[in-house]
């Protein structure tokens, strides 16, 4: 099971960036999959996610509105559209995937399975 990530870079605030998230050894149909991302010295933090047998999507606070989650079931690739960017949105970013997480436990980091190895997105002032 692997979940490579890709798409991470600079970029200056306003911005926007597109991160993929290619899975292989397993299918998203029984999965929640979806995206957190850590900042030097906070913790790891949930922000969108697809709870997949449910059909449904969940974002922070912090990025709803500016950011978008989609999947691609026949490639098994997950995306993460970026927009507007701003400074507080740079750390590394980190899909995952899980499964049987109920709503209560989808943003919470140890409810997952899977993780890629990491992509750093860095928003300049």
């Known amino acids: 099971v692997q979940l490579v990530e890709s798409g991470g870079g600079l970029v200056q605030a306003g911005g926007s960036l597109r991160l993929s998230c290619e899975a292989s050894?397993?299918?998203?149909?029984?999965?929640?999959i979806g995206w957190f991302r850590q900042a030097p010295g906070k913790e790891r933090e949930g922000i969108s996610f697809?709870?997949?047998?449910?059909?449904?999507?969940y974002y922070a606070e912090s990025v709803k509105g500016r950011f978008t989650i989609t999947s691609d079931n026949a490639k098994n690739t997950m995306y993460l559209q970026m927009n507007s960017l701003k400074p507080e949105d740079t750390a590394v970013y980190y899909c995952?995937?899980?499964?049987?997480?109920?709503?209560?436990?989808?943003?919470?980091?140890?409810?997952?399975?899977?993780w890629g190895q990491g992509t750093q997105v860095t928003v300049s002032s």
């Open positions: 995952a995937a899980g499964w049987g997480i109920s709503e209560s436990y989808i943003y919470v980091a140890r409810a997952y399975d899977y």
């Open positions: 697809i709870n997949t047998p449910h059909n449904r999507q």
């Open positions: 050894g397993f299918t998203f149909d029984d999965y929640a």
